[in-house]
């Protein structure tokens, strides 16, 4: 007898990377100013990849998309990260928790997934694998009770989301109408003193691009060492800026504990790169952070954040997650703590708001000057656009 609910099929796909599918690091496609401009990077020791992230390599895995579909017909879909590796691991293995299971049943399935992939994952690509998987099934439970996610975890707490825009020009930002602009930092240690006052320059042109007032954070990605990161905000002092974005690993808690100590009335943030409420347990425990951004595609799915987010709130530390899209603007909808969100400027240029998926779905939002009401379609609201662009990862 068919069961609407019991998963029959799971199916992964990379994208044709010729298909225009939202991604930053096409063959032959323009340059994007997320990789092929001067940002500091874990990279940025190694002269000869310094210039341009994508040089060494950041989008080498590429993306993926599954698909979960039940006895009934009925399919769910994701997009996520980990390219042809995670693929083949939600084939070859996840696969075994989810087919005769109940799609209602994420948790359970949640947990068997991470503890099967223990011996060898806990933290990035296994986990990023677990994500897309964990998604595919909000959306797929979504759509067969015909909900938009949000109400499966809460409900909406708010009728709308601000934004604030990660982008190479703080000023284009202010004009689309985003309530703050996050630049990416140009330099960092291995630049030397000269690189410092390249940064306050830098940092310095774009406060005057938006005013003293507006906003103004910086992206640091995982590029500085603590004594740099504490000599960089006390020179930045005067510019105001609104918070520092992982400055550091999130593996140097004793590099956080020494800025915290250094800077305390300062805001800084991270976990972009961290990965499972296990990562995230010490920075919670010890408030060595001001706001967690934990990025719902990578840190195992809606279900795990979630459960970070809940820790966190027993001790006042706001979650806001990084990019990702409608999987954080649902998650943003049904939680009481802050009402915004971040939005990476997709564009080539970083001035104009594009799909962060690319051509990839239709249905995808996108906010208009700096605000969005989340849709109320079921799942998350997505459909893929075109299958062609689809290879099959057996």
Same mark, same amino acid.
């Given at each position: ?32 100013? $997320? ?14 990849? =310094? ?10 895995l590429g993306a993926l ?38 799609? =209602? ?90 690189? $410092?006052r390249a940064n306050l ?80 347990? +010490? ?51 049904? +939680? ?59």
């Amino acid at each position: 007898m068919t069961n609407p609910f019991r998963i029959a099929e799971v199916r992964v796909f990379t994208l044709d990377p010729t298909a225009g599918a939202g991604t930053y690091f096409k063959p032959g496609a323009a340059q994007h100013w $997320l990789v092929d401009s001067l940002i500091a990077n874990p990279m940025s020791g190694h002269p000869e990849y =310094r210039a341009r992230r994508s040089s060494w390599g950041i989008g080498v895995l590429g993306a993926l998309v599954v698909e979960i579909e039940t006895e009934g017909g009925v399919t769910g879909v994701a997009t996520g990260s980990g390219g042809v590796p995670a693929g083949w691991l939600i084939r070859h293995h996840f696969a075994r928790f989810l087919v005769g299971q109940d799609a =209602r049943n994420i948790n359970r399935i949640w947990d068997q997934m991470y503890r099967s992939s223990l011996p060898y994952g806990r933290k990035g690509l296994p986990v990023m694998a677990i994500s897309a998987v964990d998604l595919a099934l909000w959306d797929l439970v979504g759509r067969l009770r015909q909900e938009p996610v949000y109400n499966l975890i809460g409900g909406l707490s708010r009728d709308e989301i601000m934004f604030y825009c990660t982008s190479p020009q703080a000023g284009a930002v202010k004009q689309m109408g985003f309530w703050g602009a996050k630049v990416p930092l140009p330099h960092g240690p291995f630049d030397g003193e000269e690189g $410092l006052r390249a940064n306050l320059d830098f940092l310095a042109a774009h406060r005057a691009a938006v005013g003293p007032d507006y906003p103004l954070m910086v992206d640091c990605y995982m590029a500085l060492t603590a004594n740099y990161a504490i000599r960089l905000a006390e020179a930045a002092k005067p510019l105001n800026i609104h918070w520092w974005e992982e400055v550091l690993s999130p593996d140097d808690t004793e590099g956080y504990r020494a800025i915290r100590a250094a800077h305390p009335t300062l805001t800084w943030t991270t976990a972009e790169h961290e990965y499972t409420r296990y990562g995230f347990r +010490q920075l919670i425990a010890e408030r060595l952070v001001d706001i967690l951004q934990p990025d719902v595609m990578w840190v195992g799915g809606l279900t795990e954040t979630l459960r970070i987010a809940a820790h966190a709130a027993a001790y006042d530390i706001p979650v806001i997650p990084h990019g990702s899209g409608p999987y954080s603007y649902h998650f943003i909808a049904s +939680q009481t703590g802050p009402a915004f969100c971040e939005y990476v400027a997709a564009s080539p240029d970083g001035r104009t708001v594009q799909p962060v998926f690319g051509d990839l779905f239709t249905g995808e939002p996108v906010p208009v000057n700096g605000r969005l009401t989340v849709p109320d379609a079921p799942g998350f609201g997505m459909t893929l656009r075109d299958r062609a662009m689809l290879i099959p990862v057996e």
